[in-house]
């Protein structure tokens, strides 16, 4: 029963759409602009250097739950497994929030959040991949498709075992999902490259 709530707590929090709040807050519909996702690169986009903080947020939904879940589901200490089953409830809660009609943002600093709490070398190595990539190309999709993909790789690493392998590979085949139309416009050279956009607002188009 415990458990159960946990899970429908992780998937609430997972489901606050920060991205909406605070973009209205600077009087844009984040779901009108740019390309329409909540997430945190197309709120830096739309309203600059506020997108940040949506960035931020969504990490620590991702964090809080799995860290709590792990802390408290498992009386012989710290459960790796119990803080990956909320963190993905939480993932899921972002990409399908009910605050905004079942729609959502693509869940990538809300696995972040999770994966710190849960296996933090293997995070460590994954947003080190990330920027690595991202100050190469310039491209926020396809640092995160190809940190994603490794993220397996970096369970099985560090011994976190099979069963938490397998997890993460599905969460990058999610990923790829979820990143479809980017994956197309990557294909085409079509992709728009990030820049920090502090201080003014961009005229993409595209996240």
């Known amino acids: 029963m415990l458990a159960a709530l946990f899970l429908i707590w992780a998937y609430s929090l997972g489901a606050l759409p920060f991205g909406v709040w605070i973009s209205r807050a600077k009087g844009v519909d984040i779901m009108r602009a740019g390309s329409g996702n909540i997430g945190a690169t197309n709120v830096v986009r739309a309203i600059g250097a506020p997108g940040y903080l949506v960035f931020v947020l969504d ?11 792990g802390s408290v589901l498992d009386q012989q200490g710290f459960s790796s497994a119990w803080a990956i089953v909320c963190g993905i409830a939480a993932v899921l809660g972002h990409m399908y929030s009910p605050a905004i009609g079942f729609r959502g943002g693509k869940g990538i600093a809300t696995s972040l959040g999770f994966i710190i709490a849960a296996t933090p070398l293997v995070a460590l190595c994954g947003f080190g991949l990330f920027l690595i990539l991202l100050l190469a190309f310039r491209w926020v999709s396809f640092a995160s498709l190809v940190a994603a993909a490794c993220l397996p790789l970096f369970a099985f690493v560090f011994g976190f075992g099979p069963a938490t392998a ?39 188009k595209m996240e």
């Open 59 to 69: 990490v620590l939904k991702g964090y809080v739950p799995a860290a709590v879940a």
């Open 166 to 204: 397998l997890v993460y590979s599905g969460l990058a085949l999610l990923s790829v999902y979820r990143h479809r139309a980017n994956i197309q416009r990557l294909l085409k050279g079509a992709e728009p490259k990030f820049s920090l956009n502090i201080g003014r607002k961009s005229d993409s």
